[in-house]
């Protein structure tokens, strides 16, 4: 009886810690000294172990914190622009009173941007600091003095948007230096219980391995259809999803 292969270093990390994890009760349920891996199982328990813990480090990112603090600028700047157009719209001053009420336009039109995702709010923030800076609205602008707000919102979305960038490379990068070299060392260690398992059933016969081999045949018949419907998320070096 043979086990399935599967390409493991093409799994998500979460996804890849699971199969593991199923692994291991499996194998606590059907005996590992059944399985002839009694000195083998320890080990692979304990990479599991340790990959969980990598996993965990992954999710935890540095700019977490300055991200939050610099989006709570940047919501500062753009409510603070949103109370002086409300302001001029009461002022007695027809001018001001009138360039408000064209400039609330814009801001009517954006009412849940707060409410988006940060991806999403930087966007329509784009779009709200191009109108106020257009030609169109100059005057208006001016006459609330409204231009170093306008700015600085600007500087905010932009700090923001880099600093979501950085989270994103960081991450990609813990993936490959936390998790890729703890992987591997896993997977080879699963692959060479895999091989005595394999091996024991030709020697022994099959009746201490059918059952596990079967139930196990299926988990990973299971995770292939789970990863045919997404995308590899692991990558080396080259670009390309290495195979294991």
């Known amino acids: 009886m043979k086990l399935d292969y599967i390409r493991l270093l093409r799994m998500r990390n979460l996804t890849h810690l699971q199969f593991h994890r199923d692994n291991v009760r499996l194998i ?14 320890p080990i692979y328990v304990a990479f599991v172990g340790e990959l969980a813990k990598a996993v965990k480090k ?3 990112s540095v700019y977490s914190g300055k991200i939050k603090d610099s989006d709570k600028k940047r919501d500062a700047t753009y409510t603070a622009l949103k109370y002086i157009v409300a ?3 009461v002022s007695d001053n027809p001018n001001t009173e009138n360039a408000a009420k064209r400039l609330s336009i814009i801001f009517d039109s954006n009412k849940k941007v707060n409410k988006l995702s940060l991806v999403e709010q930087s966007a329509a923030l ?3 600091i191009k109108n106020l800076k257009s030609d169109k609205y100059e005057k208006d602008v001016d006459l609330l003095n409204m231009q170093e707000l ?3 919102l600007e500087r905010h979305n ?9 989270r994103t490379d960081e991450a990609v990068l813990n993936k490959t230096e936390k998790t890729i070299p703890i992987r591997r060392k896993l997977d080879e260690v699963y692959r060479t ?4 398992i394999e091996a024991g059933a030709d020697i022994n016969g099959d ?7 079967g139930l196990h045949n299926l988990a990973i018949s299971d995770y292939k259809k789970m990863m045919a419907k997404t995308k590899p998320r692991v990558y080396v070096k080259s670009g390309k999803s290495p195979a294991s």
Not at 29 to 39: D, N, V, W
Not at 193 to 196: T, W
Not at 207 to 213: E, G
């Open 28 to 41: 606590e349920k059907e005996g590992a000294e059944k399985l002839g891996i009694a000195t083998m199982f």
């Open 58 to 60: 992954v999710g935890k």
């Open 87 to 89: 302001a001029a719209l």
């Open 126 to 128: 784009d779009r709200i």
């Open 150 to 152: 306008i700015e600085q």
């Open 158 to 166: 932009n700090e923001l948007r880099e600093l979501m960038r950085s």
């Open 193 to 196: 219980m895999n091989k005595r």
């Open 207 to 213: 009746a201490d391995f059918k059952r596990y081999i």
